[in-house]
């Protein structure tokens, strides 16, 4: 049980044995499950003789390259792009752990590969930048493009993550999609429409308080401000935003103009008061059962922090609607695996150039919807993400609202 590491041990592909681990985790089934990463390459045809390797490579190979360089679009069909998506990262905020660097962040990546493969039939590859320069990481990201028939941006810091996602979207044309922004956005509107539906409320008048305006918190605001949400109020370190107040963060300053139409002041407490949704993508225990008693009957409360969540259910699960969380224990939860696998599938199968509101606002309808009406329940508003029917509803969706609203480039009628 002594065994270091530079007395380790390979298999023919250098994977390093379990001797490798001995002394740290050996009995530890998540660490044997990553020795040697999670994901690997496997090619599609077997090359069994000299025929199979002259049509894979060279000499036939030139004449697949000559017909693509005839007609670019023909990538799409000859090439790995039209099914390949690269998870990229610099490493700046992963997970709860935060500026972990590249290295770290490459196991959360390959296991966002292999999220992709198993619900969407997605050939997925981590991509972990050694670099947090906003530049450096745009000008890789347009280079490695051609490969790539979209680009999948995870943990990567706000506000760094606002503009790379907006110049990438600007100057490519593959869908760009920042996960922990608008994956967030979209599962915690489908959870909220079936809570609404509940809990007997509408959207344009139900008064929602938001805490956390970072990449996730103003991802969401966008989308239910996009759906009709009108009575939004969002709540930050410094208090409840206002445009009363001037901002030197641009985000905050688009915040404040567009929310708080009452002109609220004060802190969360404040907020809160006579709220009928609470969402919360802050920080952990920051929300007292006190003050959930001062939001409207039946309140519905969102605690998406993690490990811990703003609010544990069990203090107020007596006194909410409707409580959802992002961690698996509890039911309810808002997991981000319910929406990306089907939304590049929808963005793959249409060809889209990007992913619009549209196509997140159907995604989100899409999920709401695969919980039936005799299903729904304060403990089920969200489905699981094992649904064998989401994804596929979901890219069907996703692939439509791409066609109805323009960004389409692929004939459905073929």
Known sequence: MDA????VQTDNRGVANKNEWQGWHVSDRTFLLHLGGKIEMQPKKPIQNRDDLSRVYTPEVARVCQAIDEKPSSVHALT????????????????????????????????????????????????????????????????????????????IAAPHCFEIEQRLRRELDI??????????????????LNALKLTGRRLQDARIVICGIGAAGTA??????????????????????????????????WYSEHTNRERRTGGLSEALAGADVFIGVSGGNIVSREQILTMSPEPIVFAMANPEPEVRPELVEDIVGVIATGRSDYPNQINNVLCFPGIFRGALNSRASTINE???????????????????????VI??????????EVSRRVAEAARQSGVSRRRFND
């Not at 489905?383 to 596929?392: E, G």
């Open 175 to 192: 869908p760009i999609f920042h996960d922990d922004q608008h994956g967030t956005a979209v599962v915690i509107y489908a959870g909220l």
């Open 383 to 392: 489905p699981s993400v094992f649904n064998v029917h989401l994804t596929k």
């Open 4 to 7: 270091k590491r530079d007395s």
């Open 358 to 380: 549209a196509m997140k606002l159907a995604a989100a309808e899409a999920i709401a919807a695969t919980v039936r009406d005799d299903e729904l329940s304060r403990m089920y």
């Open 220 to 253: 969401c605001t966008k989308m239910l401000l996009a759906a009709g949400a009108r009575h939004i109020v969002g709540v930050d370190r410094f208090g409840i935003l206002s445009r009363d107040i001037a901002y030197t963060n641009p985000t905050w300053t």
């Open 80 to 155: 790995i792009k039209r099914n390949t998506v690269a998870v990229v990262t610099d490493g700046s905020a992963v997970l709860g752990l935060g500026n972990i660097g590249p290295y770290a962040a490459l196991p959360v990546m390959e296991g966002k590969a292999m999220l992709f493969k198993q619900f969407a039939d997605i050939d997925a590859f981590p991509i972990c930048l050694d670099t947090q320069d906003v530049e450096e990481v745009i000008q890789t990201i347009k280079r490695i493009a051609p490969v790539f028939g979209g680009i999948n941006l995870e943990d």
